[in-house]
T-cell receptor
């Protein structure tokens, strides 16, 4: 069984502060994928990043960075110099390969980020 | 269209009514997924289509839930005899391969059962 835990339910930061969203996962698959999605108030899930289990290299995209550590089963997401537009619910997700050959995605419960101006 | 569209965006149903939720995936996308997102929770998998074939319906919560994609494009999620616990946002996603790489989500349909 797969499980994704986002222990932080809500986080509030003041604009320009850095913030890290934690994600811990459980899976028995040796090949799996990790995702982060953003869900703004409009409701639509926006894909941010995908990382496969064989690639532990950290990634940076503008103000966003991701730290994948297989040893601790964590895939944390950091926003540098946060902005009000970053306010949203962020979901970490995990997919593995099932017998049908496709990948079912398991989402965490989300972390609501509020950036205060 | 440029993205996944869903209709209606909002639906209010009285307990016991049947509802039908529509998803228009991105043109040419082979894979289509339905998710249910309860308030304050993450999306939960309901069912998966590859073209017109429903390959996985293990997430459907009861036999009142039924999904179809007869021509391999538009999909409909039907809920019969709605109950209050069915109140949620129903999300549809599509992708161009058989896996959820770069899965594109629609805006969702918010169903409220009164």
């Amino acid at each position: 069984a797969q499980k994704v835990t986002q222990a932080q339910t809500e986080i509030s930061v003041v604009e320009k502060e850095d913030v890290t969203l934690d994600c811990v996962y459980e899976t028995r698959d040796t090949t799996y994928y990790l995702f982060w999605y953003k869900q703004p108030p409009s409701g639509e899930l926006v894909f941010l990043i995908r990382r496969n289990s064989f690639d532990e290299q950290n990634e940076i995209s503008g103000r966003y960075s991701w730290n994948f550590q297989k040893s601790t089963s964590s895939f944390n997401f950091t926003i540098t110099a946060s902005q009000v537009v970053d306010s949203a619910v962020y979901f970490c997700a995990l997919s593995g390969t099932n017998s049908g050959g496709y990948q079912k995605v398991t989402f965490g419960t989300g972390t609501k980020l509020q950036v205060i101006p | 269209g440029a993205g996944v569209s869903q209709s209606p965006r909002y639906k209010v149903a009285k307990r016991g009514q049947d509802v039908a939720l529509r998803c228009d995936p991105i043109s040419g996308h082979v894979s289509l997924f339905w998710y249910q997102q309860a308030l304050g929770q993450g999306p939960e998998f309901l069912t998966y289509f590859q073209n017109e074939a429903q390959l996985d319906k293990s997430g459907l919560p009861s036999d009142r839930f039924f999904a179809e994609r007869p021509e391999g494009s538009v999909s409909t999620l039907k809920i019969q005899r709605t109950q209050q616990e069915d109140s949620a946002v129903y999300l549809c996603a599509s992708s161009s391969t058989g896996t959820p790489y770069e899965q594109y989500f629609g805006p969702g349909t918010r169903l409220t059962v009164t």
